[in-house]
């Protein structure tokens, strides 16, 4: 094993102290994106130079880059070949995001179809587990048709996991792309079709219900103390029946940052990394 797997690396850092910042750098990564900001790999590496090699193959896996299966957490931990992590058998891949992947899979002791939600393996650690915790806590306080809700979690086993309710459909960004395509004969048409491009009053009404039932799902969640952080069109899932389903991208509000442990620890690393940012060398 690497040092950053089992102890401190050659720097002297813990596995736990290289998680973390890689876990900054998701946060970081991600609050860019969605603010417009194009950073570089080297600006990146200038803000975590004591976690390079782990800031950049996890930057390679989030722009778009294949990384080997052999890096997740259901491989590396199980190393079965039918791929299955607890009662769950793995069946394709859904996505992945800056903290692990969602896979269809299989619950072979009640015979249904969920969303299984795994941390990869760079994540598994005490703080990364207490946050998927506190993730799976909040989504499991949501109770609305239009959310996608939590049936199971384990949390503490080797492979960590949520379980999620499986919603089939296609995402919104496929069905409007998909009915503009069809509409101009460049693809064949994709179901459900609602009508992204209404042509009477009957066919606007429907579109704006759509759009009614996403907002009233939003708000359930917000009146709960939950906040959806990733709302676009490929988490938002149009079912066969043409209804809207919010996908994960969860996480609750702190309301107490000032007692929070994690908050604490979160704002004593980003002030390290402003004092290294601001340091002659950079």
């Known amino acids: 094993m690497t040092g950053t797997e089992n102890g401190p690396n050659g720097n002297g850092r813990s596995a736990e102290d290289v998680s973390a910042d890689v876990y900054d750098f998701v946060t970081d990564f991600v609050e860019d994106r969605e603010a417009g900001r ?16 782990e800031v950049a193959a996890e930057y390679l896996r989030m722009t778009g880059h294949e990384m080997p299966r052999a890096e997740t957490a259901a491989t590396s931990t199980t190393g079965d070949e039918d791929d299955r992590v607890g009662r769950y058998r793995l069946v394709k891949q859904l996505g992945r995001g800056g903290q692990g992947e969602v896979w269809l899979a299989d619950d072979e002791s009640l015979g249904r179809r969920v969303a299984l939600k795994l941390l990869t393996a760079l994540f598994v650690s005490e703080e990364r587990r207490a946050r998927f915790r506190r993730e799976a806590e909040s989504i499991a306080r949501l109770e609305h048709p239009g959310l996608a809700n939590v049936l199971e979690a384990d949390i503490d086993g080797p492979v960590p996991y949520i379980a999620m309710r499986y919603v089939p459909g ?3 960004g496929a069905s409007v792309d998909g009915a503009r395509r069809w509409r101009t004969g460049d693809a064949a048409r994709i179901e459900p079709l609602l009508p992204w491009i209404p042509s009477n009053r009957g066919e606007l009404a429907r579109v704006l219900r759509f759009f009614e039932r996403c907002a009233r799902a939003l708000h359930a969640a917000h009146e709960a103390g939950v906040l959806h952080r990733d709302v676009k069109p490929g988490n938002i899932m149009v079912t066969p029946e043409g209804e809207p389903v919010l996908l994960p991208g969860l996480t609750s509000r702190c309301r107490t940052p000032a007692s929070c442990a994690a908050c604490r620890a979160r704002a004593q690393r980003s002030k390290k990394r402003s004092t290294r940012a601001s340091s002659p060398r950079f």
Do not use: I, M, T
């Open 170 to 172: 296609v995402d919104l």
């Open 38 to 53: 194009v950073r570089s790999l080297s600006d990146y590496l200038a803000r975590f130079p004591e976690a390079q090699e």
